[in-house]
């Protein structure tokens, strides 16, 4: 598969590439070309040069544009469920769900653009200001660096492109190098819709290469989602030319069980909240933060209700738990495993790895000083049961991280739930229900070193548009 560069399918200048395999068998998928710097300054060239022109197109263009590229993902759905399975590993069940979301996802930006208003100060709203007029209006940043992660790729390419493209922007999609392929093709659709040469591209740029794409002056936004480190390095790399940033980073979200909690109902968010995805979700449950009086019966009914998930090959239809991204990853939770039961921990279920395959795994007992119960972020299925004796006992571990994404609690007082929700350093919160929740329309970001800045149809035009005042001055009487 080809790059969409300048409205055209490309190959890297240098002319190499790189292969795209199947996790879950290894097998390669597809090779795509090797990006160099030259390919991410020739994609910016093009993107500066469209983003004027796409600017002027009206808004009720540009969603007719989107609303063409919806009909034909329609029309393809299965064949990119297919392939967003084929090259992530996630279960086709979820694979084809994710596709599902993008009609979501754009519809929700797309109408939302026909209803973000520019805002009038009234002459005479303070002193010496009686004869004059400010408008205050929202301007396109210009050209948008989307750098998407693996986990959820379709989800988040509906999150920056959707509304990149509305407010008059030109996105440069750059995918993570383990699964870009279904992102090449929703570009692909993108111009098959209409979308004019240069105004959407995706460029396979391996790793660093990425950084040419953060430190051009020429960028309006840096849109992130990925690790901490990651963002840490990305926020450094735009602040040379004060190029905005909005950063979505990792987490390690507390799942609080408090004394009245319904264990059944927490047992059944645990499954939704930490299996999905096989377990590779940045705003995941990941503590199980259980009081002492319900922790045993929280692990025994949590062992039972995952054993009765389907594990195995992604493909199948009745396949619930998948494979990870890569053997990379899932020998990263193997060592993160160990060290957590080095530390205290006990594993009651899994634990055991095979290629890129990770048991779905419960460990018990882990002290609150384990690096699991603060820092350590597990991106696999992986449940970390910590207990404890107090609500403020509860907060104070689910805020000894330096990650503050989601959170939630578990209690039938929901005064109750509602102050220690309130008491929890995260960008949200959820009561009775599992940390993974995420709908289009919330504005979603962390606290801490979790992000800046927010996601949604509530709030992402705000970081994709920059602000102007033009004062008529002396307008009235």
């Known amino acids: 598969m080809k790059m969409i560069l300048n409205g055209k399918k490309a190959d890297s200048v240098s002319g190499e590439t790189f292969a795209v395999t199947n996790p879950a068998t290894g097998a390669v998928i597809d090779y795509v070309p090797k990006a160099t710097v030259d390919d991410i300054r020739l994609a910016i060239d093009a993107a500066v040069s469209a983003q004027k022109a796409w600017a002027l197109v009206p808004v009720h263009e540009r969603a007719a544009i989107l609303y063409r590229f919806l009909h034909i993902v329609a029309q393809n759905a299965e064949e990119l469920a297919q392939l967003l399975c084929a090259e992530n590993g996630k279960p086709i069940s979820e694979a ?21 208003y520019e805002k009038v100060i009234p002459a005479g709203t303070e002193k010496g200001q ?11 940043v210009g050209v948008v660096v989307c750098v998407i992660p693996f986990n959820f790729p379709c989800d988040l390419f509906d999150q920056k492109v959707a509304p990149a493209l509305m407010m008059g ?41 990425k950084e040419a794409a953060i430190k051009d002056p020429r960028v309006g936004l840096v849109t992130l989602t990925g690790s901490t480190a ?28 408090l004394e ?76 993160q495993v160990k060290l957590t039961v080095e530390q205290g921990g006990r594993v009651v279920l899994g634990g055991k790895r095979d290629g890129a395959y990770f048991e779905p795994t419960v460990i018990t007992d882990i002290p609150k000083s384990a690096d699991v119960a603060s820092d350590l972020e597990i991106f696999g299925p992986v449940v970390s049961v910590i207990g404890f004796d107090t609500d403020d006992e509860a907060v ?61 149809v509530m709030s992402t035009f705000e970081e994709m548009t920059r602000v102007k005042t033009i004062v008529l001055k002396n307008l009235l009487p």
């Not at 084809?96 to 973000?116: Q, T």
């Not at 040469?197 to 740029?205: H, K, L, R, S």
């Not at 047992?267 to 922790?295: D, P």
């Open 130 to 140: 009686d004869a004059n007029l400010q408008i205050v209006t929202r301007e396109p």
């Open 169 to 209: 922007n030109a996105p440069i999609v750059l995918p993570s190098s383990d699964n870009p392929l279904t992102l090449l093709r929703l570009t692909e659709m993108l111009l098959d819709a209409g979308l004019p040469a240069g105004v959407a591209q995706c460029v396979t740029a391996p790793g660093r290469v």
């Open 230 to 257: 990651v963002g840490i390095s990305t926020q450094e790399a735009a602040a040379k030319n004060l190029t905005k940033t909005a950063l979505e980073l990792g987490g390690n979200d507390a799942f609080i069980v």
């Open 396 to 456: 104070a571990i689910a805020n000894q991280s330096v990650f503050g994404l989601s959170s939630c609690v578990f209690s039938h007082d929901y005064k109750r739930a509602w102050r220690v929700a309130a008491a929890m350093e995260a960008g949200g919160a959820v009561i009775n229900g599992a940390s993974f929740f995420r709908s289009f329309e919330m504005p979603f970001g962390g606290w801490k070193q979790s992000g800046l800045g927010t996601e949604g």
């Open 260 to 335: 009245d909690g319904d264990v059944d109902l927490a047992v059944e968010e645990m499954i939704w909240g930490r299996m999905y995805n096989t377990g590779q979700v940045c705003c995941a449950s990941k503590r199980f933060i259980v009081h002492n009086s319900l922790k045993n019966s929280f692990v025994e009914k949590s062992v039972a209700r995952i054993s009765q998930q389907k594990y195995g090959d992604p493909a199948l239809d009745d396949t619930q738990i998948g494979c990870l991204i890569s053997e990379k990853a899932a020998i990263q939770v193997e060592q």
């Open 96 to 116: 084809r769900a994710e596709i599902g979301n993008i009609s979501i996802g754009f519809a929700g930006f797309i109408e939302h653009a026909k209803h973000f």
